[in-house]
């Protein structure tokens, strides 16, 4: 197969703008069907001035389902990633970063703006995830001046004044609001201006995906009979640090998980285990957990915290004052604070965001009578029948567009975008991620 690179400028519909660095924004479908097309267009390169203008040429919400656009960048002018940003959350577009891909920097930023307007009385609602494996990344803002040189207060001045406004951008995307939709989550907020420009930020662990307001796909999840006392605490803590926000001090989230586990709860002059902390509660229809100890103090001011599985998924979590005794404690009235978290908060914090396994293709399989022998992140480069690639089909009907064509003795189809390349050779094959092969050795 061509550079891959290469072939998008070649053969795919590209929207381009007069910078010559400036990213691709690739067209691939408007199959509003997710197992059919994964993406309907993707943003790959650098970003520099001009790709937020191809943005806003587009539609973005042209069926019940958001276009989904993917990201594959390593960052760029942040300035334009934050111009992105209101492009991507004006047309509403869903965002996505691949297994296979990264998002990093201004990148990220861009990625941000996932979000459209769903449902009864269209309320937003933040439509941006990261498939596990995935890489992104945030950083604070920089002078973006070169090293090693000599530059004049007017250089310097410019640069600074760039800076601040990429610092007041990132403001800004802190206070962006609809309908409970951020921009950015204050703690993303506070890690991206903590992190130097020439360090990165990276959504790599589940508290860090659950406190930066991120979704993740393709991540291995519990299932509700496997939801013990340790993953009710674990939501527990999420929603305590969540309500009262994350210390700018902290060290890991996972030692302020641990700070929270170590309560000191006394009775009868012992520190309570957690099976005593923890009570699970049989309601009409459903069942509830109470945890105890929140904040850390004595049991005349604890804040005890409810826990219930979400009939649409997730967690229904409230906080409430404890004004009984632990045994005799039911929640009565209203709530001190009351709010929803997804299935992630009850894992551990310090979990990292591997994607499950998928399912191999098998080695070898006959269509038709006829053999073929596929193999799953393997290319056969070369051999490309001009014209003959296939944009938004899955690897079995690249196979039977093969067959139908009786030049066609290979293929090589490109999974996270759903893209068929027929050859009229069968060259050796090389390893490469994401990228699956197969060839009729009869032919």
Partial sequence: MMHFRLLMAATLMVITAKATLAGTLIYISSEPDRRKVLCNYIFEGEVEKGDAAKLGQLVGYTSSVPDRLCLNSPGGSMAEGLKMFDAIWKRQFETIVM??????????????GGSARVGTGSFRASLRSVEAGGRLGFHAPSLDLGEGGSYSAAVVEKGFALA?????????????????????????YHQTLATPPNEMFIIDTVGKALFADITVASLSLPSEKDLGAQEMVNVCAAAWLLNEGVPPNFTTLEALYASLAETELLWNDRVLPLNERVRFIQGEYSTSTLVRG?????????????????????????????????????????????????????????????????????????????????????DRPGN????????????????????????????????????????????????????????????
């Avoid at 297994?99 to 941000?112: F, G, K, P, Q, T």
């Fill in 99 to 112: 297994s296979d891909a990264r998002c990093e920097s201004a990148c990220a930023l861009a990625w941000l």
């Fill in 164 to 188: 601040l406004q990429t610092a007041q951008g990132l403001f800004r995307l802190q206070l962006h609001n609809e309908n409970g939709a951020h921009g950015m989550s204050q703690f993303l």
């Fill in 294 to 378: 929140y904040p850390r103090i004595t049991h005349n001011s604890e804040t005890v915290c409810k826990v219930t599985v979400s009939s649409i998924g997730g967690f229904d979590v409230s906080l409430w004052p404890m004004f009984d005794q632990w045994a005799n404690f039911t929640p009565k009235g209203r709530p001190l604070v009351r709010m929803t978290l997804p299935y992630l908060a009850a894992l551990d914090p310090a979990l990292p965001l591997i994607a499950r396994p998928r399912p191999e293709q098998p080695l070898s399989t006959k269509t038709k009578n006829e053999r073929f022998i596929a193999k799953r992140n393997y």
């Fill in 384 to 443: 490309d029948i001009p014209g003959a690639d296939v944009k938004g089909v899955s690897f079995d009907q690249c196979k039977e567009i093969c067959q139908s064509n009786p030049n066609c003795k290979a293929i090589a189809h490109i999974r996270s975008r759903q893209w068929c390349w027929p050859k009229d050779g069968i060259a050796q094959r090389t390893s490469l991620d994401g990228v699956d092969s197969g060839y009729f050795p009869n032919r």
